[in-house]
């Protein structure tokens, strides 16, 4: 953790502008419609929006070592590091001067939930759980066509399991905490 603590030499605990910061938090299975919906709540709503997956792609293209490193565990369908993402997003959000973010695919376990509250600290307004059957997530993953990596059935089974496993404690706490908000998006069974 003490590598987070170092996440961004402008970082001082607060955001600069002083205004008080929105975050959403959108969760939801992989090919459930996370970006897609996000895209539509941003033209709407002037949200920034970002996708932590799209921020571990963007440093996979970074030829270092830690970029290999996020491209095997994303390959493998597996989480990255929390103070990975977690700099990488504190690092977004203080580039892009917004003060209202739609946070995408993230957190997806509760190492990234209590990482993400001892370093960025905002408490999220709501959390939307986009919930789509695993019937409907995989044939939208395979039609995706965007070329990624981890699209391949083999990484697609990986990745329902650490859902199951790893993201729905935290659908639960924020359930609990009565800051889940539920978009239905197909009409088959729910994904859990
Ligand atoms: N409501 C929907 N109905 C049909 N297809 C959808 C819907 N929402 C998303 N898709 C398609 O499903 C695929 C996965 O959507 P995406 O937004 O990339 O999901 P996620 O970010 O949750 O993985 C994309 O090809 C997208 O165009
Ligand atoms: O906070 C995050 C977000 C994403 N990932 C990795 O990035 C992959 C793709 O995430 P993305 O949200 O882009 O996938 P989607 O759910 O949209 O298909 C995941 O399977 C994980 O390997 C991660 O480790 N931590
Ligand atoms: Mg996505």
């Given amino acids: 953790m003490a590598e987070v603590v170092e996440v961004h030499k402008d970082w001082s605990g607060s955001f600069p502008s002083g205004k008080k910061i929105t975050v959403v938090f959108v969760i939801g299975g992989p090919g459930s419609g996370k970006g897609t919906q996000c895209a539509k709540i941003v033209s709407h709503f002037g949200f920034t929006h970002l996708s932590a997956g799209d921020l571990l792609r963007e440093e996979v293209k970074s030829d270092t070592e830690q970029g290999t490193m996020i491209k095997n565990l994303m390959h493998e369908g597996k989480l990255v590091p929390s103070e990975i993402i977690v700099r990488l997003l504190l690092k977004a959000m203080l580039a892009s001067g ?3 973010f739609l946070i995408d695919g993230f957190p ?8 993400y509250e001892k370093i960025i600290k905002i408490e999220p307004e709501f959390v939307l759980l986009i919930d789509c059957s ?6 939208r993953i395979l039609h995706r066509n965007q070329g990624r990596d981890d699209d ?4 697609i089974r990986r990745r329902f399991e650490v859902f199951q496993q790893s993201t729905l404690p935290v659908i639960q706490h924020y359930e609990k905490m009565g800051k889940l908000r539920r978009l239905w998006v197909d009409f088959q069974l729910r994904c859990f």
């Fill in 98 to 100: 917004n003060d209202k």
């Fill in 108 to 115: 997806r376990n509760e190492e990234n939930r209590e990482a």
């Fill in 134 to 139: 695993r019937e409907e997530m995989e044939r």
């Fill in 152 to 155: 391949n059935m083999e990484t």
